[in-house]
């Protein structure tokens, strides 16, 4: 009979408007502004409508989420900022855009180069957020952010990320990605014994080889 | 009442601006309009599909008065350039923004929109839709979430919250000049640079001619 | 393409094998390292072109395009051509000189060539003679110059491979228009004059379209026509696409595409990036199915490297590209519907759908849409904890109940089946003539799936059907595309099920990938259809040529053929259901 598959149809979108309601009674009121039910409203058991409140109410982004880059520092004990990049490069020349640049300067006494960038800039106007200069990083100095809100009135202005802009903290580095820093701290622990240990073994064998040259 | 206020013979005098008056006025007035962007129906490439998931249910647009996308530009206020410019397709922007009515506001969605992204070395490809159109907000990511993008929307409110009918460029009495269509010849040519362009083309045959290569 | 092919002979005479013996004095085999198929005269092009699609049965032609030899002084035409019955690949090329490169066109033997050769001829400036319609496809018409030419140099050059060499050490941070403020590279002919221009309009486009006579003796009275240009900012056409149609009042008589509104250069900037680079690029190109175009372009190096990821990583590999494909024919259905005038209710239920399904992306690869998760024999990344158990509670639960709730909500309703039905018919000869893929070949009966007539990855291990259906119209092509969400959902249920334990990285991840020269082709059935990534390799770290062969455009060239006959009205339902993504069609 025509209409029958119209019908149909009609009560499909019926069940999604009631579907809502059901879900109020089932969080008695509290179906907004409630964590909890927030949760479960963002996961494959929602039920009827399922509006993040933007603002008020933001998706909790997974671990993985990236967005534009940032550099991280370890902060001493004494207060000062200890950049984890030493400007090898290998970001900058991984960048499928080109979009990283960064400034090395030379030591004017020894002339050779100092490994904390003199500058480090990023061009978020041409930053895919792909997340390969985070990927290949060997000093875990570079690392892909979260924060999302980052629209600006000008570009000429804001849109070229400085070194000062893009630097943070380790410590907010381990608030937004806990799993990712645990595994690089201890990369970098490794990394430490291994070059201790290299350090120790070269140490060991010139201090044979004096002995030799003495024997 | 904005037409009376727009005439310069009288103008407000200095003791009475930012009096109560115009405050509110402007404060009634840039609530409704802000609450009524509608944007116009125009994606351009990747973006655009992040632009229609945050007019879909879950962002839900439509919670900021914006979710009535229209496919002319003729009833539309807001132009979110959703994606990579290309110099094919700017005269043709350009032509759709002329045919907004005022106010009308530019929202340059993505790295590409605003200065090429990362499609920028590409010969085709225009760097930044602001070289040849005013944009007010730019939203940066490739591609912006739509969570980033209800941001760069509030951040539009924010803008429109700060006008004032005295200052806005479209009450004034001299018509807005239109922006001259760029033109497709052997490359993109923009109008604007025609006066000078000659002497430009002159400066590269010499050029050419003292480094061949 | 396959490695029997591939020349590995080494003495100076050898004897002819099968193919050259069957077409004496046509056939060569190529033998430069690492290359495979054959070498044929540009004259006896197309007689042998005839007689490889009624003789051999090759009548599926999948890719077409034009490789420039700058050091050898030569362009080289590259054909790929299967049989729909399955099987691998049948190569053949066409060498010319660079100076002058003619080449007899296929269009006649191939329908599906028409708008490759036209590509090959806007971006190379290869001829085709016989061509019918040789003109620019991607970029307009005056255009100078030929960008994929090595030699050619566009406005913000900077070097001819990646990493440019002033972003480090000596740093220092530039907009590069800012620096070439008037294109330096830019050459305007010496007789252009800005004043004295006239930019060329759409003359050439307009009598491309073609018109009726009415007075019966093919005379050219015209009467009642009108030409209508749909877009190329239109709500209905998926982007920035645009059409030119003829019309006798209502009816269609005659259509052509016009494209490259969004041709952002895909192919020049391959051509520069190194082959890690290309990754995050290749999301961009079908921007709704971002992880199966990662997996094409991963299989096409991982041919040239001649390595093969872990088992577990095959795993993730099926379970993420099928995931893609429920996700991109959820939203093609759903704007199949807004096509057809049911505004947006249908295609914000399927969006629902979709943005869980983006949530598990978003947790495994960081981006909700441009993933970048493949590598090359291996993954960015392993699956972070938790997330096949939402992968489980998807498949498992919601979506089967989901997508029965859509079939029950549109199939039977009758406003969709009188909009569908008989709409847009395509005739599986034609289809196939026409190289049409996907869900466009075999909702015309053709059952022609990648996955099952040359089996990449590991889907020969899964139980799953070809959706094919036998109408060729427009409802069957949804038909298909609903079909083939339940056969994802199977897939993935499977592979969740059988997910080995393991490592996902076969040896060290590296950022500078040795690929040895060569070439090679290798294809994925995306949700869109055949995708295919020629890829030439000349030992150095960047590719010497990155062609894609993108499903989306080569479904359009049938577009017009569908059209035909229809109303104004059906055209947008016909486009709707071949699903173009710009960013595949314009690349």
């Known amino acids: 009979m025509y209409g029958v598959g119209i019908v149909k149809g009609l009560g499909v979108t019926l069940k999604h408007f009631i579907a809502t309601y059901v879900d109020d009674l089932r969080w008695l009121g509290h179906r907004y502004y409630n964590p909890e039910a927030f949760a479960v409203r963002q996961s494959p058991k929602a039920r009827g409508i399922f509006t993040v409140q933007y603002p008020e109410e933001k998706l909790t982004l997974p671990e993985e989420f990236r967005y534009i880059p940032f550099l991280i520092y370890d902060e001493l004990e004494d207060g000062t900022r200890q950049d984890r990049c030493v400007s090898c490069g290998i970001c900058a020349k991984v960048c499928p855009p080109q979009c990283i640049w960064i400034v090395r300067l030379d030591d004017p006494e020894t002339g050779r180069p100092i490994p904390d960038p003199a500058d480090f800039f990023i061009d978020v106007d041409i930053c895919m957020n792909c997340g390969l200069c985070s990927e290949y990083c060997p000093f875990e100095a570079i690392r892909m952010d979260h924060d999302y809100e980052i629209s600006t009135y000008d570009r000429f202005a804001e849109n070229i990320y400085d070194k000062e802009k893009l630097d943070r903290p380790a410590s907010y580095y381990a608030s937004i990605r806990p799993r990712n820093y645990a595994f690089d701290e201890a990369t970098i622990v490794e990394k430490k014994a291994k070059k201790a240990a290299s350090e120790a073994a070269r140490k060991q064998r010139a201090a044979e080889k004096s002995q030799r040259t003495n024997e | 009442m904005s037409e009376e206020l727009s005439n310069n013979e009288n103008p407000v005098p200095e003791s009475l601006q930012g009096q109560i008056a115009i405050t509110s006025l402007d404060k009634i007035y840039n609530w409704s309009r802000r609450s009524s962007v509608w944007p116009m129906t125009f994606g351009l490439a990747c973006c655009a599909i992040e632009m229609i998931s945050t007019a879909a249910s879950r962002y839900d647009m439509a919670r900021f008065g914006m979710e009535v996308f229209r496919a002319s530009p003729r009833q539309a206020d807001l132009m979110i350039v959703s994606g990579t410019v290309t110099k094919k397709m700017i005269p043709i922007i350009v032509r759709l923004y002329n045919q907004m009515p005022e106010p009308k506001y530019v929202l340059a969605m993505g790295a590409c929109a605003s200065g090429g992204g990362p499609f920028k070395e590409g010969y085709n490809v225009v760097s930044g839709v602001d070289k040849f159109v005013p944009v007010d907000v730019y939203a940066p990511g490739c591609p912006p979430t739509p969570q980033a993008l209800l941001h760069s929307l509030i951040r539009l409110q924010e803008k429109i919250d700060g006008q004032s009918v005295l200052e806005v460029p479209w009450y004034r009495r001299e018509p807005i000049e239109e922006i001259p269509q760029p033109v497709l010849g052997p490359d993109l040519v923009d109008p604007r640079d025609i006066p000078d362009f000659a002497e430009k083309l002159k400066a590269q045959e010499e050029r050419l001619a003292a480094e061949p290569e | ?587």
């Not at chain 3, 490169?101 to 590509?119: H, I, K, M, N, T």
């Not at chain 3, 192919?267 to 709704?288: A, K, V």
Request: proline share 6%.
């Open chain 3, 1 to 587: 393409m396959t490695e029997e092919e591939s020349p590995q002979v080494e003495e100076a005479t050898r004897e002819p094998d099968d193919m050259e013996q069957q077409f004496p004095g046509v056939l060569t085999l190529d033998e430069r390292k690492g290359y495979g198929g054959y070498l044929v005269p540009p004259d006896k092009l197309v007689e042998f072109a005839t007689q490889l699609r009624d003789e051999l049965g090759y009548d599926y032609l999948s890719s077409v395009t034009g490789v420039d030899y700058l050091p050898e002084e030569k362009m080289e035409v590259v054909y790929h051509a299967y049989r729909t019955q399955g099987g691998p690949a049948f190569v053949f090329k066409a060498q010319v000189p660079r100076g002058d490169p003619v080449v007899p066109s296929l269009v006649g033997v191939w329908l599906g060539a028409d708008f490759q050769e036209r590509e090959a001829w806007d971006l190379l400036g290869i001829r085709f003679t016989g061509h019918p319609n040789l003109r620019r496809i991607l970029m307009w018409e005056g255009f100078e110059g030929h960008p994929l030419r090595k030699d050619w140099r566009e406005a913000y050059y900077e070097e001819d491979a990646k990493p440019f060499e002033n972003r480090f050490p000596e740093g220092g941070v530039y907009r590069i228009e800012d620096k070439i403020s008037f294109g330096k590279n830019v050459k305007y002919p010496s007789e252009f004059s800005p004043e004295g221009w006239i930019p060329e309009g759409d003359e050439g486009l307009y009598a491309g379209v073609g018109q009726i006579s009415t007075d019966g003796n093919g005379g050219t009275l015209k009467t009642d026509q009108l030409v209508v240009n749909l877009g190329p900012q239109h709500p209905s056409t998926h982007g920035v696409f645009r059409m030119v149609v003829t019309l006798d009042g209502e009816t269609v008589i005659d259509l052509q595409p016009v494209m490259g509104y969004l041709h952002r250069n895909h192919e020049q900037i391959g051509e520069r990036n190194t082959y890690i680079m290309n990754m995050p690029y290749t999301d961009r190109l079908d921007y709704i199915s971002s992880m199966s175009n990662n997996f094409g372009y991963a299989l096409t190096v991982e041919k040239l490297m001649g390595i093969k990821p872990p088992e577990r990583t095959e795993y993730i590999r099926v379970i993420m590209a099928e995931l893609t494909r429920i996700v991109n024919h959820l939203w093609s259905i759903g704007f199949l519907l807004n096509d057809l005038g049911a505004f947006q209710t249908p295609a914000l239920y399927a969006i629902n759908e979709r943005e869980l399904v983006l949530d598990v992306f978003e947790a495994v690869s960081g981006s909700r849409m441009m993933c970048n998760y493949f590598r090359f024999g291996g993954l960015a990344r392993d699956l972070p904890p938790g997330t096949l158990q939402t992968i489980r509670e998807l498949i498992f639960e919601r979506l089967p109940r989901r997508i029965d709730e859509l079939d029950l909500y549109l199939t039977d309703n009758e406003i969709v089946r009188a909009r569908c039905i008989g709409v847009g018919v395509l005739p599986p000869e034609k289809a196939v003539a026409f190289s049409a893929a996907g869900p466009v070949l075999r909702a015309s009966g053709v059952p022609y799936d990648v996955r099952r007539a040359d089996p990449y990855g590991i889907y020969d291990r899964f139980d799953f059907e070809v959706a094919v259906r036998y109408g060729g119209d427009v409802y069957d092509r949804y038909l298909v595309r609903l079909q083939e969400i339940r056969e994802s959902i199977r897939i993935v249920q499977q592979a969740v099920e059988d997910i080995p334990e393991g490592e996902i990285q076969t040896g060290k991840a590296l950022y500078q990938v040795r690929v040895p020269a060569g070439e090679a082709y290798g294809r994925v059935e995306n949700p869109k259809g055949e995708l295919g990534f020629y890829v030439v390799s000349n030992g150095k770290p960047n590719p010497w040529r990155y062609h894609i062969r993108a499903p989306s455009f080569i479904n359009l060239t049938a577009l017009a053929e569908m059209c035909k006959g229809h109303k104004v009205a059906d055209i947008v339902a016909i486009l709707g259901s071949i699903d173009i993504i710009l960013g595949e069609v314009d690349r």
